[in-house]
């Protein structure tokens, strides 16, 4: 299917063979398909949905950790470049250990203190609670980005339409328009690459900023453009004429069934675990 | 069934002009003819085309008189015509090409199955060998093209109406494109309107040639009518419409380009400016390179051409040259004069304001590079942050103005020309301040013959003052013209350097 598509003589270069030529706008590239990608985009957010109730219900470091341990274990089956998806996203974990930080210092002190250096202060029960908190932003965040990475946006369309019944003119739209939104950032580049050109980048603070709001301006005139040829393209190829057909067939397969059956099931697993465990802590009610 | 195409008294103003931007005129096109629709840079001819596919938007402006497509005015939704866009970019639709291809399909309201077969071959007829799940996001500006064109042949529609179908195309496919097109018409026997200045490129396969003037309609009949006869001829030179077969004549007035054209052995004497080892180039953030194994060395001085297929790899190269994204591997070096008082020998570690001066670029897309809020500031802009005097400055800007027929617009926003006024001021307001090397990417889209030769007169006068130009064109006449040395470009195969002068290969505009 691609053979002809990437330079073999490229390939020792960049170390992992390439399968395909990527997206350039796509967050995480996808370099196997498994059955996870080829699942409808419904069932996806399904699995992330479910998959957030067990991890949400609860503030606790069982039913968090069995989510995350889950997802971590599936993680090979989502078919992404792990490798370029941690070097985007290395502020992730990052982000959630400050956020455990936080609330080691600032969460109810019970039990046994452990650390005591004058203001910051740790017990037992402030730690767990930074523990919980840490597995659960990573819990929440994998799923949430997995399903970013692997849903093709006109594949959810099509489910949008065909599956749902969604009015089509609208979500074919807002689909055309989302492209546009990726271009932004290439946009964006482009045009700081002309401003570098005509020699105005750079310079003192007031000089930057002038030319920070010319390359927005242009920015603006430039969207304004595109969104108007764009709308007038799709016009010029009969768009907005009724009785529309779709090319492909949105559809549910066995595949989406064990993926719904795998998350529910350990949605179901990682509550009754956290009640067993006596660490049940729920966000509401409690 | 092919459809007619009548204007009564039609004109339009776009809502924040006096003048009018079309017509009003008066046309007869029969049902199954093929047109090709000329004109001098902004007379309106792509807004005649939107006009027609029925895309104009109502609130933009004011249409007067009757416009028809059979007995109907225009309307998109009947799925009668099928527009391509001047601007490749902007008409992208979906993120894959399969399914851009099968959009106006899905629109008719086609079975799935029929779609299928239909996005192959009209891929294939168009030269776009590509699995129908390539991201549209890493085509090239001339695949997007033809991308659009695979669209609207997919369509079948009874109106075909291009707007220069085959402007960002290489020549050695540009035929193929074209043949692809009327391979089209005469199997639907559609009506088709093109727009496109390589008119010998359509010339002769159109029924009939119309030609727009300042104020409406200049002539309508058969190429050989409107081609032969003398008095007209005269008509459409100053109109600055390509008259086939004179090439040589558009440009043996008093400012013959060709004669002022340095022979190749004063250009092998300049030092070199810029040079590249077995340079590899990329798109920032791409992990496979779009182009390897460059070795280039550029004269101070000397014309280089750089010409390819579509996806080569010139663009990116050009940016690379330009010191505007980094080398993939290998090195660009500036030396002898460019690389005096640098500190760093590669362009893309020199700040702006030193490496401006130094080495211009002008971009594919004009809007990218305009920063000022009318033409003639634009133009200042770059002599005055290289500390010319006011006086200077004046006078380079109405030198520049002049030379490109842009004196009345010279109040006018930038952003609002029309596409091949917008191409040349990106070029002259990249000139203006004199860099010593100057690259540009496709510097004659969209151009008339009128047009076509003020660019090249200011591209030789750069040459005559010494700096060097590196230009990305499919305009063979173009690099002759300035007398460029070529430079082939094939992607990832290894590109060879042909050191043949614009005197001993003298090609036509069009091979």
Redesign the interface.
């Known amino acids: 299917?691609?053979e002809?598509?990437?330079?073999p003589?490229?390939v020792d270069?960049?170390g992992a063979p390439?399968v395909?030529?990527?997206?350039?706008?796509q967050l995480i590239p996808i370099v196997r398909r498994t059955p996870l990608v080829r699942c409808n985009p419904l069932t996806k957010i399904a699995v992330a949905l479910i998959l957030m109730v067990g991890t949400l219900l609860s503030i606790d470091v069982v039913s968090a950790g069995v989510v995350l341990g889950f997802c971590l274990f599936g993680l090979p089956a989502t078919g992404l470049d792990l490798r370029a998806g941690l070097k985007r996203l290395w502020f992730l974990p990052l982000g959630a250990l400050l956020a455990a930080w936080g609330t080691a210092i600032l969460a109810e002190k019970t039990g046994a203190v452990v650390i005591d250096l004058g203001p910051i202060l740790m017990t037992t029960g402030s730690l767990g609670a930074a523990a919980a908190i840490f597995l659960r932003a990573l819990a929440l965040a994998i799923p949430l980005i997995v399903l970013a990475s692997t849903i093709?946006?006109?594949d959810l369309s099509d489910a949008l339409v065909q599956r749902l019944r969604l009015p089509e003119v609208v979500v074919v739209s807002v689909?055309?328009a989302s492209?546009l939104l990726?271009?932004l950032v290439?946009?964006w580049?482009?045009?700081s690459?002309?401003?570098?050109?005509?020699?105005?980048?750079?310079?003192s603070i007031v000089r930057r900023t002038g030319?920070l709001f010319?390359g927005i301006f242009?920015l603006l005139?430039?969207s304004i453009?595109?969104g108007?040829?764009?709308?007038?393209?799709?016009?010029?190829?009969?768009?907005?004429?009724p009785?529309?057909?779709?090319?492909?067939?949105s559809t549910f397969g066995s595949g989406d069934c064990v993926a719904l059956v795998v998350s529910l099931t350990v949605c179901v697993l990682a509550i009754v675990a956290a009640h067993m465990f006596g660490t049940w802590n729920p966000i509401v009610g409690g | 069934m092919a459809l007619s195409i009548t204007a009564h008294g039609y004109s339009w103003r776009h809502a924040d002009r006096d003048e009018l931007a079309v017509g009003p005129l008066d046309l007869s096109i029969d049902a199954g003819e093929k047109v090709l629709l000329l004109g001098p840079s902004g007379a309106g001819k792509t807004t005649l085309l939107h006009a027609i596919a029925g895309v104009l938007p109502a609130e933009s402006g004011e249409a007067t008189g009757e416009l028809f497509i059979g007995d109907q005015p225009p309307d998109p939704r009947r799925g009668e015509t099928g527009l391509v866009l001047q601007d490749p970019d902007s008409q992208v639709i979906f993120s894959r090409v399969g399914d851009d291809v099968a959009f106006g399909m899905e629109n008719l309201g086609l079975p799935a199955d029929v779609i299928e077969g239909r996005v192959s071959s009209s891929l294939t007829a168009m030269g776009l060998n590509l699995s129908h799940d390539h991201p549209t996001a890493a085509l090239s500006g001339g695949q997007k093209q033809r991308l659009a064109l695979a669209g609207i042949h997919a369509m079948a529609p009874q109106v075909i109406i291009l707007d220069e179908p085959t402007a960002n195309i290489d020549p050695d496919s540009a035929v193929s494109v074209r043949d692809a097109v009327l391979e089209t018409q005469a199997a639907t026997s559609a009506t088709v309107i093109i727009v496109e200045h390589r008119v010998d490129l359509w010339l002769d396969h159109v029924d009939s040639v119309i030609v727009l003037g300042p104020d409406g309609l200049l002539t309508q009949g058969s190429p050989r009518r409107v081609f032969g006869d003398p008095e007209l001829a005269e008509a459409l030179a100053e109109c600055g419409i390509w008259v086939p077969g004179s090439a040589g004549s558009l440009t043996g007035d008093d400012r013959n380009p060709v004669d002022s054209v340095p022979d190749a052995s004063s250009m092998s004497a300049g030092e070199v400016v810029l040079r590249t080892e077995q340079l590899s180039v990329a798109r920032p953030r791409a992990k496979v390179p779009a182009a390897i194994g460059l070795d280039l060395s550029i004269r101070a001085g000397e014309a280089v051409g750089i010409v390819g297929a579509n996806g080569a790899g010139k663009s990116t190269l050009a940016l690379t040259l330009a010191g505007l994204i980094p080398e993939f591997d290998g090195q660009v070096s500036a030396l002898g004069s460019l690389g005096s008082g640098a500190k760093r020998a590669r362009p893309f570690l020199w700040p702006s304001a030193f490496l401006a001066p130094r080495i211009g670029m002008v971009f594919q897309e004009p809007e990218h590079q305009f920063l000022r809020s009318s033409v003639a500031e634009e133009l200042a802009l770059g002599p005055r942050l290289a500390g010319w005097s006011t006086a200077q400055v004046e006078e380079r800007v109405a030198e520049l103005l002049g030379v490109l027929g842009l004196e009345k617009l010279s109040d006018a926003h930038p952003q609002g020309l029309s596409g091949g006024e917008k191409r040349r001021l990106s070029v002259a307001a990249m000139m203006a301040p004199r860099p010593q090397v100057l690259i540009v990417d496709e510097p004659t889209f969209g151009q008339d013959a009128l047009t076509w030769a003020g660019l090249v007169e200011l591209f030789l006068d750069t040459l005559d003052h010494g700096s060097t130009v590196v230009a990305i064109s499919h305009d063979h006449a173009f690099l002759d013209a300035i007398g460029a040395h070529r430079f082939f470009l094939n992607g990832a195969e290894s590109p060879k350097l042909q050191t043949s002068v614009a005197g001993d290969t003298r090609e036509g505009r069009v091979k």
């Open positions: 299917m691609s002809a598509l990437s330079p003589s490229a270069k960049i390439e395909t030529v990527h997206d350039p706008g093709d946006p006109r689909l055309a492209r990726g271009l290439s946009e580049q482009t045009l690459m002309a401003r570098r050109a005509r020699g105005i980048a750079g310079g030319s010319a242009v005139v430039q453009r595109r108007t040829t764009l709308a007038m393209a799709m016009e010029g190829r009969a768009f907005g004429r009785g529309r057909t779709w090319r492909r067939t």
